[in-house]
Structures are given as structure tokens and as C-alpha cells.
């Protein structure tokens, strides 16, 4: 039965794929959620067991030793390689219609923690919350933002999501490095908590250069999320990073005393004076 469920979801992946562009968002939608089910099959419990017959308990399947859990998988599905190369469409709206597809895609796949899954599509996401359309921009901000609380972030391939979100720091839109700050605080609190010391520097690193940025509401999601990574952090790491920061602040904005004005001395004129000289021969 599981071999006969992992069949039928290989089967419907290639169709939901080439119905990625649908006229009807909420088809988008149903498509997405239907390719994250597709790749949850036989990786949990079966399939067909929860949608097809109501049983009151169904025991998990034992795990094999040899398997490989989808979730520690670095190289993403090739299915989801197709859905990311197609998000870059010439035609704006065609473009707009497949993104809004793997959003679904990546929201679901985020509360599932897959990150062979979601990582493919982090860029699209950030990509799409400086899109001309606010409808577009506020779908892609909710996808981000599943993919802050998703347990994706605490697993050991976690580093390729942070890769991605430190791309997107650097992104020419100030919307997109909105997000990209926003989402650096959620995975450097999850990095921190298990003590990953390395990818919290440079987290940190990619934060200091958004705490400088020319649009202030980037700046406050930066300092957000460096608020965050400073109280979780180990106290030695935290002392670092603040320091760093303040040696920053100081050599971009250093104090300086006005100069002292030089003391003039005042004369006084009286009025007769005045008069005297505007009345004078050639004045």
C-alpha cells in the first residue's frame, strides 16, 4: 500500500506542475497545497490511510535505518527545481500566477520542515514582497513569514535557508531586504538555541550591514532582529556582536564639538551717528 501511495503521488506531481500558472488563485492555492501532500507521502504515515479511510489510529511505519529523512536531504527534488526555474516567466502576470503557486507550495512545506522543499523557493518568495502588486507583495510576506516559525530553521541543512535570506539582504529592492531582515532574526534565534555559533556571525554580519541602510524601515526590521539575536546569544557572542555595533556607530557617526566662536568686539553706534553719516556731502 505505501509503494502503491508514493506511486500515485510520483504520478500527480508532473500534471499540478504544468497546471502551476492557473487563471484562479484559489486553484494556486489547492495546487500547492496538493504538491506538499505529494512529497509528504511515505515519509510519515500512509497516504491513502489518512485521506481515504476513517480509522481512529494508524501506528507509524518503522523506519528502516538506511533511510534518509526527507527533511536532512540538501538537494532539492527535481520536480521543485522545475517549479524554480519556472518563476522567472518573461510575461509579468504568467510570472505572478506560478510564484503564487509555489508560495502555497513553500508555506506548507515550511510547517512540514522540508527544507530540500522550501529552500528552492526562499528567493522567489523575497523576490516577490517588492512586486508591483500589493495583493502579490502581501501573499509573498505571508510565505516568509510561515517560513520564521517553520522547524525547518533548527535542522542541520538549515544553512542553506540562511544562505538564501543573506542574499536577500542584499537585494536591490528595500522591500525584499525588509523581509530578508525579518526572517534573519527567526533563524538566528532558531541557529543560536542549538549553539551554532558560526552561522550567527554571519548572520550577524549581514544584519550590521542592514542596520545602515538608506531606508529606515529596513533599519527597524534589522534592529529587531538583532534585538532578538543579542538577548538568545551566549553572553560572550552577544558581548561581540553589541561591541562590534558600537565601534560601527561610532566610527560612522563620530561626535563632534561645534567649534568655538571667536569673540568680536561691539561698537556702538548711536542713532545721531547714523544720521550724520547718511547726511553727509557724497554719503
Not at 538537494?75 to 509555489?102: G, H, I, N
Not at 525547518?152 to 542553506?160: I, M, N, Q, W, Y
Not at 549581514?206 to 538568545?232: H, K, N, P, Y
Request: a positive charge.
Amino acid at each position: 500500500a505505501r509503494r502503491a501511495a508514493v506511486a500515485v503521488a510520483d504520478g500527480l506531481r508532473a500534471p499540478l506542475l504544468d497546471a502551476a500558472g492557473h487563471n484562479f488563485q484559489a486553484v494556486r492555492d489547492r495546487i500547492g497545497q496538493s504538491l506538499a501532500a505529494c512529497y509528504a507521502v511515505g515519509r510519515r504515515v500512509l497516504f491513502c490511510f489518512f485521506f481515504l479511510r476513517p480509522v481512529r489510529h494508524v501506528p507509524p511505519p518503522r523506519r528502516r535505518r538506511d533511510a534518509v529523512r526527507l527533511t536532512q536531504v540538501r538537494e532539492a527534488p527535481e520536480d521543485v527545481q522545475r517549479l524554480a526555474a519556472m518563476l522567472d516567466d518573461a510575461d509579468e502576470d504568467a510570472k505572478r500566477r506560478k510564484r503564487e503557486t509555489a508560495y502555497g507550495l513553500l508555506r506548507h512545506a515550511s510547517r512540514a520542515g522540508k527544507v530540500s522543499i522550501v529552500a528552492p523557493l526562499v528567493d522567489a518568495a523575497i523576490d516577490g514582497c517588492a512586486d508591483a502588486k500589493q495583493d502579490h507583495q502581501a501573499l509573498a510576506a505571508q510565505s516568509v513569514g510561515t517560513l520564521m516559525a517553520s522547524p525547518a530553521l533548527r535542522l542541520d541543512a538549515a544553512s542553506t535557508l540562511g544562505d538564501r535570506l543573506m542574499r536577500g539582504a542584499s537585494h536591490a529592492k528595500w522591500r525584499s531586504r525588509r523581509a530578508a531582515a525579518a526572517a534573519l532574526g527567526a533563524y538566528a534565534a532558531a541557529r543560536a538555541c542549538l549553539g551554532d555559533a558560526a552561522e550567527c556571525t554571519k548572520v550577524a554580519q549581514a544584519l550590521s550591514a542592514l542596520l545602515g541602510d538608506d531606508t529606515s524601515e529596513v533599519r527597524d526590521a534589522a534592529t529587531g532582529s538583532f534585538s532578538v539575536m543579542a538577548v538568545i546569544a551566549a553572553p560572550a557572542q552577544r558581548d561581540a556582536f553589541c561591541q562590534a555595533q558600537l565601534d560601527r556607530a561610532k566610527a560612522a557617526l563620530p561626535i563632534r564639538r561645534p567649534p568655538k566662536r571667536k569673540k568680536t568686539a561691539v561698537v556702538d553706534v548711536s542713532g545721531a551717528q547714523r544720521l550724520r553719516a547718511g547726511t553727509a556731502p557724497g554719503g
